[in-house]
Every structure is written in C-alpha cells, then in structure tokens.
C-alpha cells in the first residue's frame, strides 16, 4: 500500500529552527512536495526534492534519502505567520503513465511569541 | 500568476440532492485534480483528468463522478449527496510537460449536506 507518515502537531517559539518529518512507503516515486496550508486556506508549494539532498530556498529547506523513504522540511528563524499546516505529498507513477499525488495529513505548527 | 478558481466557497444541500462543483484553471494546464480534506485524514484525492474528456479515478472516487469537457474546467459530481460527503473539496491543476511542475490549488468548497 501507500503511505505518509508525518507528525499531527509541533510547537516552536518565535525565532527558532524547527523541522518536521515525513516518511513513506510508496511504489513508483517520482518527488516528494511540501506545501503549506493557513487555516481556512488552500495548500501552496513550498519545495520539491526528487533526488537525494538538501534543497534550500529562503527560510525554508528540504532534504530527501530515497533509499530511506524520508524528508524534512527546516524552518528557520521562525516567525508568527509560520503557524500552518505543513503538507507532505509524494508524486507517484499512476498505471496509466500519468502522475497522481498522495498527501500525509499534515503537521499543525504553531510558532509562539 | 496561476489562478484556478471555484464556483462556490460554502455550499448546503439536502441528502439526495446531485451536487455540481465547478474548478476552473486559466494557465492551459492539461492535468486537473479533485481532492476531500477531512480532518485527521488529509487530502485524499477523488478523480484526476491529464486531458480533455480524459479520466482517471483516485482513491476515493465512490459516490462521485467527473466531467472534462474543456481543458480548462472540470467539474465534480455527487449523484446523489449524502451526509458523509460533508467535507471541504479542492481542486488542483498541473502542468504536464515536466516533472517538477507542482500543482496549484483553488481556494475550496466547503460542502455541508444535511
């Protein structure tokens, strides 16, 4: 079966580093996404990682082990408007060629003052 | 800038009643998707189509069904509502072409059916 695994809940203090993980087991993988998600709000693309390490953008960075079926997302120097909903999505090979994504549940993180 | 938008932010219907939500893409994307959010489960991804009058079921698609008539709408379909189909829905679109173009997500309907 296919399955993403990630925390429910974090809590961080404003100015800090935090990361969250995500591990899979997924057959035919092709990316690994994060995506952020407001409350009340659509998810929206954080960082895509399809090869083994460490992809930095900003603030926000994230690494891949294929072999390990594992991701991080790092969150540094935290602010007040990180408090989300981190989404992890794997990219798979549907049967028909075409590409189908499968999410974790997410992990609420709350940044406190 | 991508936008793809939804008929309705908050939808009501009545068990029995066949619910229509529209997703409209306008950056010519050739693959769409359909997903629930239900709290503590995720998105769980109902139909998706990668062409026009093409589709392909998720992992949810019972009690559902889809219409691509033109690339850039596609709509979702509750023949018949029940109440477990309460949840938020999202659509999403994608480029095809290459493989690290990510999907860009609508704002949401909320659908309740009471």
């Known amino acids: 079966g296919q399955n993403i695994d990630q925390p429910t809940e974090m809590t961080a203090t404003e100015g800090a580093i935090v990361q969250i993980n995500c591990t899979y087991q997924?057959?035919?993988?092709?990316?690994l996404f994060w995506y952020q998600q407001h409350a009340g709000e659509a998810p929206t693309f954080l960082s895509y990682?399809?090869?083994?390490g460490l992809e930095e953008k900003g603030r926000f960075s994230s690494f891949l082990s294929r072999s390990k079926g594992y991701s991080y997302l790092l969150l540094k120097e935290l602010q007040m408007k990180d408090s989300a909903s981190y989404l992890c999505?794997?990219?798979?090979?549907?049967?028909?060629?075409?590409?189908?994504?499968?999410f974790g549940t997410g992990t609420r993180l709350k940044v406190l003052a | 800038d991508v936008k793809v938008t939804q008929s309705s932010r908050y939808l009501v219907k009545r068990t029995g009643e066949k619910v229509f939500l529209e997703c409209v893409q306008d950056?010519?994307?050739?693959?769409m998707f359909w997903y629930r959010q239900d709290p503590g489960l995720g998105l769980r991804l109902i139909y998706f189509?990668?062409?026009?009058?093409?589709?392909e079921k998720g992992d949810i698609p019972e009690g559902y069904s889809v219409s691509r008539e033109k690339k850039e709408r596609f709509s979702l379909i509750l023949e018949s509502a029940s109440t477990n189909q309460t949840s938020m829905y999202l659509c999403?679109?994608?480029?095809?072409?290459?493989?690290?173009?990510?999907?860009?997500f609508g704002p949401g309907t909320r659908l309740t059916v009471t």
């Open positions: 999505a794997v990219r798979v090979v549907h049967t028909s060629g075409t590409y189908k994504y499968i």
């Open positions: 950056m010519d994307h050739e693959n």
């Open positions: 990682n399809v090869l083994d």
């Open positions: 999403a679109s994608r480029m095809d072409r290459a493989s690290q173009y990510e999907q860009y």
């Open positions: 997924t057959s035919g993988f092709n990316g």
């Open positions: 189509s990668y062409d026009v009058k093409m589709k």
